[in-house]
């Protein structure tokens, strides 16, 4: 008890120096992507600062003598700003040259960053790559990304997961706006719940993250930014045509009411109801699916106020099974269908008070909550209503002592709570919880030594209404041996409650008997990291090689069994082992002019003890391989873009000895996306196909032609059900 009390008191000890006026900022091309290595000085110095890979900056001055800002960089207009406060975050967007007569030559920027400053491994999505690939949404985002996959859960419900340093999305902490979102029920849709089009960026942690926005982290953070009100551009119109008979449209608009308030709107709403059933299985090879979606933001901004308001509302309707066009046989009158309806609603308000810039000090609250209505049906065997509600809150101080010391310090509290209505025969379960109160405190210290060594050590203590008190220390170390080789580690701990049914109502597609163990413990796991990132300069460009190596260790886990019985699924308390190694190398580099290439090779290796038997974790891949390619033309009117992807092979769950109805393993697969865009003034086209190489998982349904067996199981999936499809797009912008 007395190291505990001497460790927060050594985190709130105040380091006090003077510190010059700073202007801060960001730097953004007319897309929204950061422009890296922009040039930002006052009118008339001989010197200034360049952005950072997020396009920040920040730049010292005294307010009465600097006023007008300077931002240039090749192949964009010098911008020349009136600056009225160094309270206020500036926001530039440079406009593109188009002198008569001149070539102006622009260096491709990548739209995927890893950030070089950044004391966690933190990679950034920006809308550039974000509209490499058909980014409709959240779970379409990650196909050019080398660390995240976004798998099936099953053959039938569309249900999709991340997957994240070897082990289930459950462990990563997803964020909307850097406060914690989509838990329980909207973990198994969520990732189809944000369209594309309304993203700004999504940044993407691995490994133990900061204590700031919780405990939840184990395997990392995936956070979503919307667009913003401040920099969006003031409308942005995308259709979307599949010829699988999917079609999607996006709107976006940016109103300035003043110069202290400006809002945001966002409407999608997309529609896929034609049948399609490549494999001749009898069931639909996706979801019949139908959804709408709406949301509306606010920025107030006065003085050293800033404030952001938000509400979301989502209906997401989608039948799958089999239906009259899929059906072979005149003898099949009962076709077994899974009906899913979603009402989900969503508000959040981020309010923050800059008490003095020179310190970077300030005092935020961020506040949200979210209702989620949810009816299922799977067939005529199983019924399950879920009625979520969500509330979270989060006070936070920041200050900095000194360039060297700084400190955050906060206070949290979240509720959940799971109204369930349910009718399954082949569930065998005892008292669940149903609903959960947390509240916490952190302190967060970091400690920065001549830009060589940087140390964030972070504490938070929480007391839970199911499991009581849990404390979760978390170490980030980065030492820079030169601006072009860095090295990271990483240790923490996290936690995680865990609501069965919620999350895992897609296993209701098959016939396998659900025994949920009593007194399931909370989880928990000690995640440690190592990476090193090397910039070596050739031919006037920089080749970035990094590795990393990931180490995941749960202490206590809740265990889904489909080891001991081939037609049941069992959840208990892990008893033994439970562990995840992860080895990825990456190597990117632009070739000539306008083409970028990228080049991953992921190793996983996660074994779970199941029943006394430690064994390999099924359905996930032995290795990822990547190879990314993209080219834009000068002036970039043309944009070609080319993505492979490479599966190992893996090892599925233990079939029955008597009668296997399927493979000990599942083989190595291929899966390549290709896109065209052209770009015109104000808006552009774009093509594209996707799983060319029209690779199918051959029966991802057992028992498909006999849905009414107790074989029937649609969770057996670990491939592509959809073979070869093909796109075509539009995009309009008004810019700013």
């Not at 997401?316 to 089999?322: H, K, L, N, T, V």
Request: aromatic residues 14%; glycine residues 8%; proline residues 4%.
């Amino acid at each position: 008890m007395e190291k505990f009390k001497l460790i927060i008191l050594l985190l709130f000890i105040p380091i006090f120096t003077f510190a010059a006026q700073k202007l801060k900022g960001y730097v953004y091309a007319p897309d929204k992507t950061p422009v890296i290595g922009a040039q930002v000085q006052w009118e008339n110095a001989k010197a200034g600062v360049v952005t950072d890979e997020n396009g920040y900056f920040e730049i010292e001055g005294k307010s009465g003598k600097d006023h007008m800002l300077c931002v240039s960089y090749i192949g964009y207009t010098h911008s020349v700003t009136h600056i009225h406060s160094f309270n206020d975050l500036q926001n530039i967007i440079l406009t593109e040259s188009t002198e008569l007569g001149e070539v102006v030559v622009t260096k491709s920027v990548s739209g995927r960053i890893s950030s070089r400053t950044d004391l966690l491994k933190t990679e950034k999505l920006t809308v550039k790559e974000l509209t490499r690939a058909a980014c409709c949404n959240l779970g379409e985002s990650f196909e050019t990304n080398p660390s995240v996959d976004v798998v099936y859960s099953d053959a039938v419900t569309g249900a999709k997961q991340i997957q994240l340093l070897g082990i289930s999305g459950n462990y990563v902490q997803m964020m909307t706006e850097n406060f914690p979102n989509f838990r329980g029920a909207a973990k198994v849709y969520g990732l189809d719940y944000i369209p594309g089009p309304w993203m700004e960026g999504v940044q993407i942690s691995k490994g133990a993250a900061s204590v700031k926005n919780g405990f939840e982290s184990i395997s990392g953070q995936v956070n979503v930014d919307y667009k913003k009100p401040t920099t969006a551009d003031p409308l942005s119109l995308n259709l979307f045509l599949g010829d699988v008979g999917r079609v999607e449209g996006n709107a976006d608009a940016a109103i300035i009411v003043n110069e202290n308030l400006s809002t945001g709107l966002f409407l999608h709403y997309s529609n896929e109801k034609r049948s399609h059933d490549a494999n001749n299985d009898g069931f639909l090879d996706m979801p019949k699916k139908h959804q709408f979606n709406i949301m509306n933001r606010w920025h107030y901004q006065t003085g050293k106020f800033i404030s952001q308001t938000g509400v979301k509302f989502l209906n997401d309707e989608r039948i799958s099974g089999q239906d009259h066009h899929t059906i072979q046989s005149d003898a099949m009158h009962d076709p077994y269908q899974i009906f899913n309806y979603t009402n989900r609603a969503e508000f959040f308000t981020k309010n923050g008070y800059v008490i003095d810039p020179d310190k970077n000090e300030s005092v935020a609250l961020i506040v949200s909550g979210s209702y989620h209505d949810q009816k299922s049906r799977f067939s005529d065997i199983s019924r399950y209503n879920l009625y979520e509600s969500n509330a979270y809150a989060s006070l936070m101080y920041e200050k900095d002592f000194s360039p060297m010391h700084k400190i955050s310090t906060g206070l949290s509290y979240n509720w959940d709570n799971f109204g369930q209505s349910y009718s399954i025969p082949q569930l065998v379960s005892g008292k669940q919880p149903d609903r959960e109160a947390v509240s916490g405190a952190y302190a967060q210290y970091t400690m920065n030594l001549n830009d060589k060594l940087t140390v964030l050590a972070g504490l938070r203590a929480d007391y839970s209404s199911l499991y009581d008190w849990f404390v979760t220390p978390r170490l980030h170390v980065k030492y820079n041996v030169s601006p072009n080789l860095y090295f990271r580690a990483s240790a923490g701990k996290g936690y995680r409650s865990v609501f069965v049914l919620a999350e895992n109502s897609y296993l209701l597609a098959s016939s396998r008997t659900l025994n949920i163990a009593d007194n399931l413990k909370q989880e928990s796991a000690w995640n440690y990291g190592l990476s090193g990132t090397y910039h070596i300069p050739i031919n006037g460009e920089e080749l970035t090689f990094s590795a990393e190596w990931f180490y995941t260790d749960f202490s206590r886990q809740v265990v889904m069994d489909m080891e001991a019985d081939p037609r049941a699924v069992s959840f208990y308390n892990l008893n033994g082992k439970s562990h995840a190694h992860v080895v990825q190398l990456e190597a990117t580099y632009p070739l000539f002019r306008g083409f970028n290439i990228l080049a991953s090779y992921r190793w996983m290796n996660t074994k779970v003890n199941y029943g006394g038997k430690e064994l390999q974790k099924p359905l996930v891949s032995d290795y990822k391989a990547l190879l990314t390619a993209s080219y834009e033309t000068p002036l970039r009117k043309w944009q070609f873009d080319l993505t492979s992807q490479f599966n190992g092979g893996g090892r599925m769950p233990t079939p029955d000895a008597e009668n296997p109805l399927w493979d000990n393993r599942f083989k190595s697969f291929v899966v390549m996306n290709a896109q065209i865009t052209k770009f015109f003034r104000t808006w552009s086209v774009y093509a594209g196909g996707e799983n060319l190489t029209d690779f199918i998982q051959k029966n991802p349904i057992i028992s498909a032609e006999n849905p009414y067996s107790e074989n029937f199981d649609a969770t057996m999936a670990w491939g592509p059900t959809q073979g070869r499809r093909f796109y075509l797009g539009f995009r309009y912008t008004i810019g700013k």
